[in-house]
């Protein structure tokens, strides 16, 4: 009965929060409106769910905090959107993560709609030997 609860480790845990919120903000953004609230409420909670976690595993927790923002900018709030991003870019320069940087950095240009943010992931992507086209 044990083996049957046993409790997942942090690290899996906090990849397959990451990715359960990343995949219902692509079925939020892509989505028609009569889908939307829906799976928006799936985001929101899963987002939710990856910061509250994310205090057990800190390396993940930058791009819990990129999608909690891109939660913030599809729900109507960039304020709430560019709060969250710009913390998650702090948290991952703190910690030398340069691909959250770079991703942080590119979802803040696409949203943005600022080209200074992709340039400067782009740069950072080449930093680390990942070439952007």
């Known amino acids: 009965m044990a083996k049957e609860h046993q409790v997942i480790e942090p690290h899996t845990r906090m990849n ?6 990343e995949v219902y ?13 829906a799976w928006s409420n799936k985001a929101r909670r899963a987002c939710r769910s990856a910061i509250k ?7 993940k927790a ?7 923002g891109t939660y913030e900018w599809l729900s109507g709030k960039p304020a709430a959107a560019q ?3 710009q913390k998650g870019l ?7 993560l340069r691909y959250d940087v770079a991703m942080i ?3 803040m240009g696409v949203r943005l709609k600022e080209r200074a943010h ?8 080449a930093e680390i030997g990942i070439e952007v086209s």
């Open 53 to 59: 976690a994310s205090a057990a595993c800190r390396a």
């Open 62 to 68: 930058p791009k819990a905090m990129r999608l909690q």
């Open 25 to 37: 903000l692509y079925a939020q953004d892509r989505s028609a409106a009569a889908e939307r609230t």
């Open 118 to 125: 992709l340039e400067q992931a782009r740069a950072t992507f």
């Open 90 to 96: 702090a948290e991952a320069g703190r910690m030398g």
């Open 83 to 85: 709060k969250c991003w």
């Open 105 to 107: 950095l590119m979802e």
């Open 16 to 21: 397959m929060l990451n990715t359960l919120a």
